[in-house]
């Protein structure tokens, strides 16, 4: 079975995030079989670990071991943009004049070619050949005085289905297109 990649994310003060995401990723394997990958932040900054494979295949115990946080994001890859490399395994980083954003991504951009060169031009530089690298320095670039202000202003640029799971120093952001193509299913558990 093909679908589109899948995406998770968690914000769960007093408990380490890591192994939730792990077995969500393993729930929703059947999105995406390429990469499998999880950020966290535990309020001393995002780390990531991704790799190629199953989710299984991609983390060891010592890794999650590692990603200690109380917020995290996670990925499956089935690649529609991009070549199916490790530097195209999500969650992708992407950091600018003291901002740092983590980010998982469904779904096709139509206008990625023109964002990327635009963004391009102003001196952002790629590491990857994923559509979701431009997406995360649009919203660095993206003019506003938070977070919110910055991805409305991306998403009004955005043409294209897409679902997003965000990442920052003390936020979970979750995003879809305006017209809900791609899946995202917010969960709110209260104690």
């Known amino acids: 079975m093909h679908e589109s990649c899948g995406v998770f994310g968690v914000y769960a003060p007093g408990i380490n995030v890591a192994q939730t995401t792990f077995f969500a990723l ?3 394997q059947h999105r995406g079989q390429e990469s499998a990958g ?4 535990d309020g001393n900054g995002i780390k990531i670990h991704a790799s190629m494979g199953l989710v299984s295949q991609a983390f060891t115990e010592t890794d999650l ?3 200690k946080g109380y917020i995290g994001i996670g990925h499956n890859r089935y690649s529609t943009t991009g070549s199916s490399k490790p530097m195209n395994a999500q969650p992708i980083m992407a950091k600018s004049e003291g901002l740092t954003v983590a980010l998982a991504h469904n779904g096709n951009i139509i206008n990625c ?7 391009q031009e102003r001196g952002y530089h790629f590491h990857t050949s994923s559509d979701s690298e431009v997406i995360a320095n649009l919203i660095l670039a993206s003019p506003g005085q938070n977070w919110q202000e910055k991805i409305e202003y991306a998403m ?3 043409q294209g289905a ?9 936020k979970l952001i979750g995003v879809r297109d305006p017209f809900g193509v791609r899946p995202l299913c917010p969960l709110i ?3």
């Open 26 to 28: 393993f729930a929703l």
């Open 38 to 41: 999880i950020a966290v932040n």
């Open 65 to 67: 071991d590692l990603l």
């Open 113 to 119: 070619k023109l964002l990327h060169d635009e963004l």
């Open 156 to 158: 009004h640029r955005l």
């Open 162 to 170: 897409y679902s997003l799971v965000i990442l920052t120093e003390n």
């Open 189 to 191: 558990a209260r104690e």
